[in-house]
């Protein structure tokens, strides 16, 4: 009979194919995994890894048992999480990913909040670049992910809106927009500008709300491209130009540091969705998960997340 325990291993090692690796992940020795996975090969009749050297590849046997093995593993989980929580309180372990704004503004109050009224669930949060992110969901590696956009193809994944989150721009306190009312949009030609990377949510609000008043992205100075908002943040303290960045960074980080700047006509913002795999029927603490953002107040604006009602949810396909 197949062991559940054993596939995780197996999962481990698939994932990063390196058995030494594998084994300081999973608290193990080396020679315990090497042989759960020969274990494995021998209740297959099939080799699941290519060997040459220290060098590790997945057999194509090996590469279908990984979805496989996966399934199996959260069902294992999901039982002994179901089991538990019958005994009157909310188990298990959660894996949320998300990208970078939404997991480091958002998730860690969010989650300190789920964590007070269900203190025997576990949370891990992989915190990574969106297109990361939502790969992760659709590939069931994580329950959750939050995401200013849900366009993956996907069948085994659904969203629901979770907030709206302003973008804001920047400049130095000593720059002459500081001192202005507002700005026409075509002044932003004449700036010198520190973005976010092509990808991200907040370039791409910036992108559409350039192009809304005629104005082309390669029409901006760009001096600096940086690949997290913070960064962009310091650099618009330190003088260096202007930039595009979340409103939540700039209350949390910078504010009465830099200036916000007002654009005639263009209130940019970005929604954030919250999305699950459907996969796998849901354990208590994923259905407890799921319904606690549906209700709970939010301490960003408190006011309630407003999402749609069950009904409104967005598949992808």
């Excluded at 315990?32 to 021998?42: D, R």
């Excluded at 301490?299 to 009904?311: D, S």
């Amino acid at each position: 009979m197949l062991d559940a325990h054993q596939l995780n291993v197996f999962l481990i090692a698939a994932e990063t194919l390196n058995f030494t690796e594998a084994a300081q992940r999973l608290h193990m020795s080396q020679p315990s995994v090497s042989q759960h996975i020969q274990s494995l090969e021998q209740q297959f009749g099939l080799p699941l890894f290519n060997r040459a050297g220290r060098h590790l590849e997945l057999t194509e046997a090996g590469i279908m048992l990984v979805p496989l093995a996966r399934e199996m593993v959260g069902r294992s989980v999901q039982i002994k999480e179901t089991m538990e929580s019958l005994k009157g309180d909310v188990y298990g372990h959660l894996l949320v990913g998300c990208s970078t704004t939404p997991g480091k503004y958002v998730l860690p109050q969010l989650l300190a909040e789920f964590h007070r009224h269900h203190p025997r669930v576990r949370v891990t949060c992989q915190v990574a670049p969106q297109k990361t992110a939502l790969q992760t969901l659709c590939d069931g590696e994580v329950h959750f992910a939050l995401a200013s956009e849900y366009l993956i193809s996907c069948k085994d994944v659904e969203f629901r809106q979770f907030m709206v989150d302003p973008v804001v721009l920047i400049c130095p306190l000593n720059h002459p927009w500081a001192a202005r009312t507002e700005i026409e949009p075509e002044e932003l030609r004449e700036a010198d500008f520190i973005l976010r990377e092509e990808n991200s949510g907040t370039r791409t609000v910036m992108r559409a709300g350039l192009e809304a008043h005629g104005i082309a992205e390669d029409e901006l100075n760009v001096l600096l491209t940086l690949g997290n908002s913070e960064a962009i943040a310091i650099a618009v303290q330190e003088g260096i130009g202007v930039g595009f960045v979340s409103k939540l960074v700039y209350t949390r980080l910078v504010e009465n540091r830099v200036a916000t700047v007002k654009i005639r006509g263009m209130e940019l913002e970005r929604d954030i969705f919250i999305g699950r795999n459907t996969r796998i029927p849901a354990s208590a603490a994923q259905t407890a998960f799921w319904g606690f953002i549906a209700t709970h107040q939010t301490i960003f604006t408190g006011q309630p997340l407003n999402l749609p009602a069950e009904e409104e949810i967005y598949t992808t396909t």
